[in-house]
């Protein structure tokens, strides 16, 4: 499996939005899928002012995109928050992803969890809460096989499905 973690770049513009179309009515995750891609290079520079923390909208924090690519195809993306406030701590978490439809169920996902902890750790990251909804058993199995346990479960009032909170330690 020929599989690595890049920078979103203009040369994955056309995988980009075969992934977004694929992705159809579904809600995306991780946030930056919903950005706006009719303008590539606009979308591109948007992503780097939120690693920058340049122009963030009020509540948000500085975070970084990361693509993964299999032979040349967009597959997953994820997302990873520098710092948390007060309420992405609560709800949200450091680390947001998600695996294009027609690739999962291959273990992609562990793998761009495991990469994403790697750059978090690069970025002297120690305690990574990562979040995800009761209901989704397959983003729970992913955490825990990358070290989360999990330490709490909450409503954030916004949906009937509670939010499992993991931590995983500094190593």
């Given amino acids: 499996m020929s599989v690595e973690l890049v920078r979103p770049s203009t040369k994955y513009e056309s995988s980009y939005c075969s992934y ?3 992705l159809g009515d579904e809600e995306r995750y991780p946030f930056p899928l919903d950005f706006d891609h009719k303008n590539f290079p606009a979308l591109l520079r948007r992503l780097n002012d939120f690693e920058a923390g340049r122009n963030l909208p009020e509540g948000y924090v500085p975070s970084s995109t990361y693509w993964l690519v299999e032979h040349g195809e967009l597959v997953g993306v994820s997302n990873l928050r520098h710092f948390l406030n007060e309420i992405i701590f ?3 978490g450091h680390i947001g992803m998600g695996i ?6 291959r273990g992609l996902g ?5 990469l994403t902890i790697a750059e978090a750790r690069k970025r002297g990251i120690a305690e990574l809460h990562i979040h995800c ?4 058993e397959a983003s729970a199995r992913m955490i825990m096989a990358n070290g989360g ?3 709490s479960e909450i409503s954030d009032g ?3 499905d509670l939010i499992q909170r993991y ?4 190593p």
């Fill in 133 to 136: 909804h009761k209901h989704n």
């Fill in 158 to 160: 916004k949906s009937a």
């Fill in 110 to 114: 562990d793998l761009l969890l495991s």
């Fill in 167 to 170: 931590l995983i330690a500094a």
């Fill in 100 to 105: 294009r439809p027609q690739a999962r169920g």
């Fill in 149 to 151: 346990v999990l330490v």
């Fill in 20 to 22: 977004i179309e694929e």
């Fill in 90 to 92: 609560n709800a949200g």
